[in-house]
């Protein structure tokens, strides 16, 4: 073991702040000369990072599948509370699915209904929750067969059963997801059958906050929530969650994207050109008396 003197100790801990300053200041002066500086730095920590994050991962996921009679205990519980998750999955499938059956028949009915073109698609494993305080982001590993990882900027990640977030940043090995309930998203969204708009912000919490929907329709209880291609960010019709009024009365979104415990995201880049959802066309309750009397 090298022990070092006490006046020299002394001149490093003297030493330490000063360099540490002038490292700063060096890092300040870059990224003023340089205002992309950040952004290929931290583009290039992820692509380094990105298999560490890999190797990493995998004792923890063995650690959580454990084996034996313990294993085997832990194992029931967590089966017992997936069959809960799921049949609460599937209610909200079902008013999914007869939300999207409405838009489905709204666009069939219009007179110059187009289909929607295919997006293109890449599908990804996460790896690091690379969350704080102040954000809520994941690292996703990309394939390097996928092609340019340019290409991916603005994606929208899903996780099979709705929105999770967009991608932020894209490296050659990795990309980095915003995910709806950190503090910076803000996703036009449109609310249950007769589509109406509203905002979606997130909170840094579980759960989004909806905010400026249309005056006198506030949102309903259990409506459907689903993207808008207001502002050309996102396609219109992707599930994202379900309206719930909380213990302050506020409404906020139920995400339908287990946020907690991602695994695999499926990383979509939308054409700019998505054509809008047709409203749904509503009978007024004069026309329905008078189809009544009828």
């Not at 030493?15 to 300040?28: A, N, Y």
């Not at 506020?250 to 998505?274: G, I, M």
Request: proline share 9%.
């Amino acid at each position: 073991m090298i022990r070092l003197s006490v006046p020299f100790r002394q001149a490093l801990s003297r030493l330490s702040p000063m360099l540490m300053l002038m490292l700063s200041l060096g890092c300040i002066l870059i990224g003023r000369a340089d205002q992309n500086f950040a952004d290929h730095m931290r583009a290039g920590l992820d692509d380094v990072l990105a298999p560490a994050y890999m190797v990493f991962s995998a004792p923890i996921a063995a650690a959580e599948h454990g084996t034996g009679a313990i294993g085997h205990l832990f194992s029931l519980n967590e089966e017992n509370v997936q069959l809960r998750e799921e049949n609460a999955e599937l209610l909200q499938w079902q008013e999914v699915a007869m939300a999207l059956q409405a838009q489905n028949d709204a666009l069939q009915a219009s007179l110059h209904y187009v289909p929607a073109p295919m997006p293109r698609f890449a599908t990804g494993e996460v790896v690091a929750d690379t969350g704080g305080l102040y954000d809520r982001s994941v690292l996703v590993l990309v394939p390097p067969a996928n092609g340019n990882p340019q290409s991916l900027m603005g994606a929208i990640a899903m996780d099979g059963r709705g929105v999770a977030g967009r991608v932020v940043e894209a490296g050659a090995r990795a990309a980095r997801v915003m995910l709806i309930t950190d503090l910076n998203s803000r996703i036009p969204v449109s609310l249950g059958a007769k589509g109406g708009p509203a905002l979606m912000a997130g909170t840094n919490g579980p759960n989004p906050a909806l905010i400026y929907w249309s005056p006198g329709k506030p949102p309903a209880e259990g409506a459907m929530v689903l993207t808008s291609s207001q502002g050309g960010a996102f396609p219109p019709g992707l599930p994202v969650g379900v309206v719930h009024y909380n213990a302050q009365n506020d409404p906020v979104v139920l995400p339908l994207a287990d946020l907690d415990s991602l695994r695999l995201l499926r990383l979509f880049s939308y054409p700019d050109n998505l054509p809008m959802l047709t409203p749904i066309p509503h009978i007024k309750p004069a026309t329905a008396a008078r189809h009544g009397k009828r």
